[in-house]
T-cell receptor, first 114, second 112 residues
Framework: DVKVTQSSRYLVKRTGEKVFLECVQDMDHENMFWYRQDPGLGLRLIYF???????EKGDIPEGYSVSREKKERFSLILESASTNQTSMYLC?????????????FGEGSRLTVL | QKEVEQNSGPLSVPEGAIASLNCTYS??????FFWYRQYSGKSPELIMSIYSNGDKEDGRFTAQLNKASQYVSLLIRDSQPSDSATYLCALQFSGGYNKLIFGAGTRLAVHP
């Protein structure tokens, strides 16, 4: 069974803390994505990566960075967490070539910044 | 204008009825369109994809695409309470990399 695993389901952090969200996929997918989901706004793309060490900004990259040192792992980093980054964060992966475009999502990480 | 627009709902339908969910988009070049279902507290899962004009049927689900009108819809026949969820419309961005742009979703409530 295909699987995208996010390391933490629930996190509570303080303003100014550095936050790491980890995502691992076992499908050998080239593409990996980080979205955030907020009520009324849907899923908004933060960053994506189409290969190891490659990254592209999505629609809302400000305040975030990413790291992809291995094909199966994609990390989202909040250098200095702020309250407006309280959200549900969803990692996803997909095939780059020959795929249908289907995204496989992890269970999500709900982050609260106090 | 948002790239993908959906009515947030809730759309309330009785059990056994047809639920009709609609989505409009602004990227004229997009070729691939998707419907994801998201249950409360869960992550989205793909239920339908459609790439060419017309209808595509899969069980109780029918996706309809009209590229000239930049419109995609999802029909759910014989709606069941288990269909109650948020339905997300997504299009594959024309810039490549299989990047998907999502609408905000329509919440569907099927009542017995």
């Amino acid at each position: 069974d295909v699987k995208v695993t996010q390391s933490s389901r629930y996190l509570v952090k303080r303003t100014g803390e550095k936050v790491f969200l980890e995502c691992v996929q076992d499908m050998d997918h080239e593409n990996m994505f980080w979205y955030r989901q907020d009520p009324g706004l849907g899923l908004r793309l933060i960053y994506f990566s189409y290969d190891v060490k490659m990254k592209e900004k999505g629609d809302i990259p400000e305040g975030y960075s990413v790291s992809r040192e291995k094909k199966e792992r994609f990390s989202l980093i909040l250098e200095s967490a702020s309250t407006n980054q309280t959200s549900m964060y969803l990692c996803a992966s997909s095939k780059r070539r020959g795929g249908t475009g289907e995204l496989f999502f992890g269970e999500g990480s709900r982050l609260t910044v106090l | 204008q948002k790239e993908v627009e959906q009515n947030s709902g809730p759309l309330s339908v009785p059990e056994g009825a047809i639920a009709s969910l609609n989505c409009t988009y602004s990227d004229r070049v997009s070729q691939s369109f998707f419907w994801y279902r998201q249950y409360s507290g869960k992550s989205p899962e793909l239920i339908m994809s459609i790439y060419s004009n017309g209808d595509k049927e899969d069980g109780r689900f029918t996706a309809q695409l009209n590229k000239a009108s930049q419109y995609v819809s999802l029909l759910i026949r014989d709606s069941q309470p288990s269909d109650s969820a948020t339905y997300l419309c997504a299009l594959q961005f024309s810039g490549g990399y299989n990047k998907l742009i999502f609408g905000a979703g329509t919440r569907l409530a099927v009542h017995p």
